[in-house]
C-alpha cells in the first residue's frame, strides 16, 4: 500500500489530457509533483492550478524525445520534489497527422515517434531506478496504448513504439524482479483529449472516458502495485480494483 | 599515474588494487563480488552530479567561470571564481579573476545574474554569491546555462550523463563521487544477491582542486550531506553482526564519520593521519596522488609504509588515475 503523502511523482506530458490529470490527483493525494512538458506557458498553468489549491508543484520545460534533457529533468525534478518515487511515462508523439499507413510514413516521423514513446521512457527509466532500488522503494508506470497490441491500419509509428515500450516493461521488471521496484504498463483506453481528437477527429466526445477518471484509477493501480504482477500490463477501462 | 582521459565505455576493465591486512592484490572491479562477505554493507553516495561550472562576466565584461561549491541559503551559493580561459587550461594556470566588491553583480545571462555578498577569509576567489532566481526558476536556468566541472586531462568536454553514477538521485554534488563511476547494476545486483547489502547517502561532494594554493590547501571545504535514517540503522546491524561497513568513496567516509561524531546537515571534518575512524572498516576509492586532499583521507585507513608501497604498485603497474581512472578496495 503506497501512501502518497509526501511522495515525489514525476509525470511527463504533465501539462495536458492524462498527465495534467494525474498530476492533478497527485497532488490532491498529498504528493510533491513534478511535471515535464515542452510548453511553457500550458505547463505554469497547470504549476498555478495545483498550488492554488494547496498542492505543491513544479514546472519543467524539456523535451523527452531529447538526449540532453535527461539529467536536467531528473535534476530538476529530484532538487525540488526529493527523489523520485513514481515516474509516469505519459509524454506520447502521434506521429504524423493525420495518421499515415507505414509506406507513407516518413522515417524522421518514426524516428521522433520513438524517441520520445520508447527511448525517453527507456532514459528516464534508466536514471530513476537506481535510487529507486538502493531506496527500497519506486514505481513506474509506462503509459501504453490499444494500438500496442492491436493491428490498427495507419498507427504503425504510434503502435510499434507503445508495443516496444510494454516489452521494455516486461523486461525492465524481469531483470529487477527482487530488487524492490514495481513497474507496471498501462492502457489508459480512449480519453477526451486533444491527442485522441488529433488521431479521430470524428470520435464522440461523449463516449469517451475522462482523463480524472482514468488518472483516478491509475492512482488506485500504483497504491495497490505490491499486490499486482511485476511488469504487468493493465486496461485501464477493464481494470478493476483489488 | 596516468590520468584516464576519457569516461570509460567499457567498465569491466576497470582495475582494483586489494589493500588487506598490509598485503596487496591485483584484481578487477568485476571481482568485486568475491572481495566482499555475505553481511557486509556498503554504503553509496547517490549525488548526481550537478552543472555546477556557469560562464559569467561582470559590469567591465571581464569573462570569468564560476564553479559552484554548495548551496547555503534558498539562493545564496559558495563559488569559486576562475579568470578568462577554459577548461583546457589547468586550474593553477589559469588567470585570476578580477577582484569584486561586495554587492557587485554577474551576470551569467540576461535573467540570470548574482550579486557577491563576500569573500570567504581562505580567499578572494571563494566568493558567497546571491542569486537573483530561486527555487524551480533557479533550478532552470542552472541546468539551461551550466555544465559540469570539467578537467584539463580529458580528451573531450564532459557531457552531463557522463558524470553521473548508475544510482544518482539528487544534485548535490558539484563533481563527480567518481569511487562509483565503475558500479553497474549487473554488478550491484550480483552483490545484493551474494547478501552484501547496498544502501544510500547523500553527500555534496565539493571542488577536487581550485589551483588556488590557500583554497586547495583548506580542501575539502564544507560539505552538506544527509544520511537516511535506514542507512545508519543498516551501519548498527552491519556493525553489530559482525559485517563490515564499506564506503563507496571518500565522500562516504566524510558522511558517515561525520554522523558518528553526532553532526548533521553539514561537515566540516577532515579526516587524516591519527584520525580514529568510528563507522566505517573499508573504503572502495580511486586511485589517489600524494598531492590530492584524498589521499589525506587514506592516512585514517593506512599507516605511511602501506600507503607508499601501495603507491609505488599503482605507479609500476600502470594503473589509471582520476575520475575514470582505476579504483582501489581498502579493507582493515
Redesign the interface.
Known sequence: MFDFNGKSVLITGGSRGLGRALALRFSAEGAKVAMVARRREELDEVVREIRERGGIA????ADVGD??S???I???A???A???DVLINNASALGPVPLQLIPDTDCEDFERALQVNTIGPFRLIK?VV??M???QTGVIVNISSDAAVEAYPSWGVYGASKAALDHLTRIAAAEMA??GVRFLSVDPGEMDTLMHAQALPDAAPSSLQSPAAVAEKIVTMIRQSDRIANGSRLIAPEWRPL | MKAARAPRADKTNVKLLVVKDGMIEDSLIERLPDHLRPGDLLVVNDAATMPASLPARDARNNQMELRLTTQLDERVWQAAVFGAGDWRTPTEDRPSPPRFAEGEEIMIAPNFRARVRGEDQLSGRLLNLEFNLSGEELWRNLYRHGKPVQYSYLEDELKLWSVQNVYSSRPWAVEMPSAGHALSWRLLLKLIRKGVQIVPLTHGAGLSSTGDVKIDLALPLAERFEIPPSTMEAVRRTTAGGGRVIAVGTSVVRALESAGMGLSGFTTLKLGPGYERKIVDGLLTGTHDVSESHYQLLRAFLPENVLAQLSQHLERQDYLTHEFGDLCLILV
Do not use: C, H, N, W
Open positions: 513544479f514546472g519543467i520545460v538526449k540532453e535527461v539529467y536536467p531528473m535534476g530538476q529530484t532538487a525540488l526529493g527523489p523520485v536514471a537506481g535510487s532500488v538502493l531506496r527482487d530488487a
